[in-house]
């Protein structure tokens, strides 16, 4: 759809005009409610100059966001930062203490055996401010699923979450702490059934590993596999086990799968896992290394089609905690999540970059939302080959009976995520406010006898 235009050869929009028309077109009159998480300063850190890990891809959704004035469609959050007690509740102390002391400094003058325990190395290197920064992405995932949880929104977005490689005691695959188990476990405190889709290129084996079994939690993941593309693992026959046995669904693909037959086979799957599943709220989880010419990419898709899928969940009408993952050329990471923020708040954006963007150049020559990301690399996934994959994962499916059920213990009051000092600060107040108000009606009751 184009965004209609007023101007002519004859007549222009004057300046003021111009700065506050719309650059989007409300493809419905009420959509959902949506809100947007996010704290500027993880943008600002830095995994090393040859890491294919850039954060200021974040900063350059950010700019996209603003400049299409999406901030306008929902409800924006700077959410704090992931207290330690928050990051306990999936891992390890002694793997949380040594992410607070650790820095580069100290690597020198540590043995490699003892780095080599939590997994250090050139994938997951140390550098400064690393602990801070996985508590300011943790923090924005909890603190949107806070927001799901109170009913304040049907989808809470969080583009610097989504990070699913980290295990309990470990740092994986650019991964320090796992905020999407992290933002499930909150989530199951009132949510009976959460399913996580994960539409990365690569498995989402920290996630399936925290909930391989239980039945309360799906794991659905779409990727790369062929037994050593990393991490090694999500085939097809890894369905979870004892109680979570069936619950980990996984989709291994091929090199170069295009547009089409990405979209087709994800409906295909998708429609009956939710059908039977019944999940009371999703989390997806929307990893940009899928598209096309990605840096550390095989895949063929386009930026719309990535979005299909995003705009698919959100057609059943659960409530989403959506978030980024991977993604590794940064111009086409910030386009994909500006577009699939448009998807989620039911616009439609204009294909041209507004040129008073700050980071504009970055998306030369073409500054289109959309550039054409298909046949880099042969597709080497035949129908035949997609429709085998597809009979096994919906063999997997007969096997789930209905929706698990699951008796609700009382839900402890921690809906706002406030610190003790917040807490304290509160509680403060409130007893201030009430001892005005006690002088306040012991003024008004000798008022009374008075007269």
Not at 107 to 115: H, I, R
Not at 425 to 449: P, S, Y
Request: charged share 25%; aromatic share 10%.
């Amino acid at each position: 759809m184009a965004i209609p235009i007023s101007e002519t050869d004859t007549f222009s929009n004057d300046k003021t005009t111009k700065e506050n028309t719309p650059l989007f077109v409300k493809d419905s009159q009420r959509g959902p409610n949506v809100s947007y998480h996010y704290n500027p300063e993880v943008s600002q850190y830095h995994y090393g100059s040859l890491h294919p890990m850039k954060p200021f891809r974040l900063m350059l959704t950010d700019h996209l966001v603003i400049s299409y004035k999406l901030y306008e469609k929902m409800d924006l959050f700077t959410p704090r930062r992931a207290s330690k007690e928050e990051l306990l509740k999936f891992h390890s102390e002694d793997y949380v203490d040594f992410l607070q002391t650790i820095t580069p400094e100290l690597t020198t003058k540590l043995t490699d055996k003892a780095l080599a325990k939590f997994n250090i190395g050139d994938d997951c290197p140390v550098f400064d401010g690393m602990y801070d920064y996985s508590a300011i992405y943790a923090g924005a995932s909890l603190d949107a699923t806070r927001k799901l949880i109170s009913g304040m929104s049907d989808i809470a977005i969080n583009w610097s979450g989504g990070l699913h490689h980290a295990k309990k005691s470990e740092p994986s695959g650019f991964c320090y702490v796992n905020d999407i188990v992290l933002s499930i476990i909150n989530l199951l405190r009132v949510h009976p059934r959460v399913m996580y889709v994960d539409i990365d290129l690569h498995h989402g084996d920290g996630v399936q590993e925290a909930f391989y079994t239980t039945d309360r939690v799906m794991t659905v993941s779409f990727h790369k596999y062929n037994g050593e593309f990393f991490p090694g693992t999500g085939s097809v026959d890894e369905i979870g086990i004892g109680g979570g046995k069936n619950y980990s669904i996984n989709v291994p693909l091929r090199d170069g799968i295009d547009d089409d037959s990405y979209i087709r086979l994800f409906k295909l799957i998708m429609e009956p896992l939710i059908s039977k599943f019944q999940p009371t709220c999703i989390v997806q989880q929307c990893g940009a290394d899928s598209l096309g010419y990605d840096r550390l990419g095989c895949f063929n898709l386009n930026i719309r089609a990535h979005g299909e899928c995003v705009k698919f969940i959100k057609s059943f009408g659960i409530p989403m905690l959506v978030l980024g993952g991977g993604g590794y050329t940064p111009r086409n990471v910030s386009r994909l999540w500006c577009y699939e923020t448009s998807v989620l708040n039911d616009v439609t954006l204009d294909h041209k970059i507004p040129n008073y963007l700050p980071t504009y150049d970055w998306f030369g020559p073409d500054h289109s939302l959309h550039p054409q990301l298909e046949g880099r690399i042969d597709n080497k996934n035949s129908k035949k080959y997609l429709e085998s994959v597809k009979q096994e994962i919906l063999e997997q499916l007969r096997y789930l009976n209905h929706a698990p059920s699951v008796q609700m213990s009382e839900i402890p009051p921690d809906l706002t995520g406030l610190t003790d000092e917040e807490d304290e600060m509160i509680r403060e107040l409130n007893e201030e406010n009430e001892r005005e108000n006690k002088i306040v009606r012991d003024e008004a009751r000798d008022g009374e006898m008075l007269d």
